[in-house]
């Protein structure tokens, strides 16, 4: 056993559900989604460390850092929440392990390739995708295993249009820089044969032609697909702030789709009562209250929060 606890935390939603796990030294978790049956399509985002380095202003888990997660831990998420509801693997459509809950995939890469070795050989039908915010760490040891596990997908966490405001919302200094992704992804998709995908969080001020422009001159439609995130501000009510950023997030897509996009929207079910998406971590935010001497601080603490969901 690989954790002392594992708490199941159910939604009104009942296509969603979250599991915190923690031992004596760290805290994880994993986000169990059915489209709409777990048998059609399950998505499953698990965590590759405990906090997160990396600081980005939206992400609740952006302020502190425990530690990285060892192989082991972040397979026995996906595993435990599959096991854990007797869904069959064998019998699932689609079947989608991300790496995008909690923490830097690959400033823990060293372990996150134990990982997918382990549910490449447990999973073989099942989609790995890895989500990174690309840190300047050498990319060439991912682009090799993904030839070699031809189930990897890469996705980019680029959320801006543009390096200066980019670099506010991740303030994290060892990143690359825009144009340094889309030649990372070009590469890594000329030597798979597969498209890497941009995430972007769309908000009332990157939502404009001007910003489509800008990723057009990066991001050729001929190369990459695009993921459409939505996300919470902070000083409004969750349920009011979601209606009101899917509909920017919908506006938004549509615009890339005329640009020539393969789109899509990131919709977190479960956002409004558990926090279902990405860095929507409410739970490990008490955990770090409660663990604070076995935390340290990431670079984005104490900066200005841009996007983030509200504290329970």
Same mark, same amino acid.
């Given at each position: 056993?690989?954790?002392?606890?594992?708490?199941?935390? +159910?939604?009104?939603?009942?296509?969603?559900? %979250?599991?915190?796990?923690?031992?004596?030294?760290?805290?994880?978790?994993?986000?169990?989604?059915?489209?709409?049956? =777990?048998? +059609?399509?399950?998505?499953?985002?698990?965590?590759?460390?405990?906090?997160?380095?990396?600081?980005?202003?939206?992400?609740?888990?952006?302020?502190?850092? *425990?530690?990285?997660?060892?192989? @082991?831990?972040?397979?026995?998420?996906?595993?435990?929440?599959?096991?854990?509801?007797?869904?069959?693997?064998? #019998?699932?459509?689609?079947?989608?392990?991300?790496?995008?809950?909690?923490?830097?995939?690959?400033?823990?890469? !060293?372990?996150?390739? %134990?990982?997918?070795?382990?549910?490449?050989?447990?999973?073989?039908?099942?989609?790995?995708?890895?989500?990174?915010?690309?840190?300047? *760490? @050498?990319?060439? +040891?991912?682009?090799?295993?993904?030839?070699?596990?031809?189930?990897?997908?890469?996705? $980019?966490?680029?959320? +801006?249009?543009? &390096?200066?405001?980019?670099?506010?919302?991740?303030? =994290?200094?060892? #990143?690359?820089?825009?144009?340094? !992704?889309?030649?990372?992804?070009?590469?890594?998709? $000329?030597?798979?044969?597969?498209?890497? =995908?941009?995430?972007?969080?769309?908000?009332?001020?990157?939502? #404009? @032609?001007?910003?489509?422009?800008?990723?057009? @001159?990066?991001?050729?439609?001929?190369?990459?697909?695009?993921?459409?995130?939505?996300?919470?501000?902070? &000083?409004?009510?969750?349920?009011?702030?979601? &209606?009101?950023? %899917?509909?920017?997030? #919908?506006? =938004?897509?549509?615009?890339?789709?005329?640009?020539?996009?393969?789109?899509?929207? $990131?919709?977190?079910?479960?956002? &409004?009562? !558990?926090?279902?998406?990405?860095?929507?971590?409410?739970? *490990?935010?008490?955990?770090? %209250?409660?663990?604070?001497?076995?935390?340290?601080?990431?670079?984005?603490?104490?900066?200005?929060?841009?996007?983030?969901?509200?504290?329970?």
């Amino acid at each position: 056993m690989h954790w002392d606890s594992i708490k199941k935390i +159910e939604s009104s939603d009942l296509n969603v559900f %979250k599991y915190v796990f923690h031992n004596k030294t760290a805290v994880a978790e994993s986000v169990l989604y059915k489209y709409p049956t =777990f048998e +059609e399509r399950t998505v499953i985002c698990c965590s590759t460390q405990s906090g997160c380095p990396i600081g980005c202003r939206f992400c609740g888990a952006g302020d502190y850092f *425990v530690r990285s997660l060892n192989a @082991d831990e972040i397979i026995s998420q996906p595993v435990y929440l599959l096991e854990s509801n007797k869904i069959d693997a064998s #019998k699932i459509g689609r079947l989608q392990i991300m790496f995008m809950s909690m923490g830097e995939p690959m400033l823990n890469f !060293i372990n996150l390739k %134990k990982a997918l070795i382990g549910l490449y050989e447990k999973y073989p039908k099942a989609a790995l995708l890895i989500s990174t915010s690309a840190p300047t *760490v @050498d990319f060439e +040891e991912l682009t090799q295993l993904s030839i070699d596990i031809p189930t990897i997908g890469l996705q $980019f966490s680029v959320h +801006e249009s543009n &390096d200066v405001e980019r670099n506010k919302l991740i303030p =994290f200094k060892g #990143k690359y820089s825009l144009k340094d !992704i889309s030649d990372i992804g070009q590469k890594w998709s $000329f030597k798979t044969g597969r498209r890497p =995908f941009f995430n972007y969080c769309v908000h009332e001020n990157n939502n #404009k @032609d001007a910003n489509i422009q800008e990723l057009l @001159d990066l991001f050729s439609p001929d190369i990459w697909e695009s993921t459409i995130s939505v996300i919470c501000e902070r &000083d409004e009510n969750i349920a009011a702030a979601n &209606d009101r950023q %899917k509909e920017l997030a #919908k506006s =938004f897509m549509n615009k890339m789709i005329d640009a020539g996009y393969s789109t899509r929207m $990131f919709d977190p079910a479960g956002q &409004d009562d !558990i926090g279902g998406g990405c860095g929507q971590l409410w739970f *490990v935010q008490s955990w770090m %209250k409660n663990n604070s001497n076995k935390i340290k601080k990431s670079i984005g603490y104490n900066k200005p929060i841009v996007h983030t969901p509200v504290a329970l």
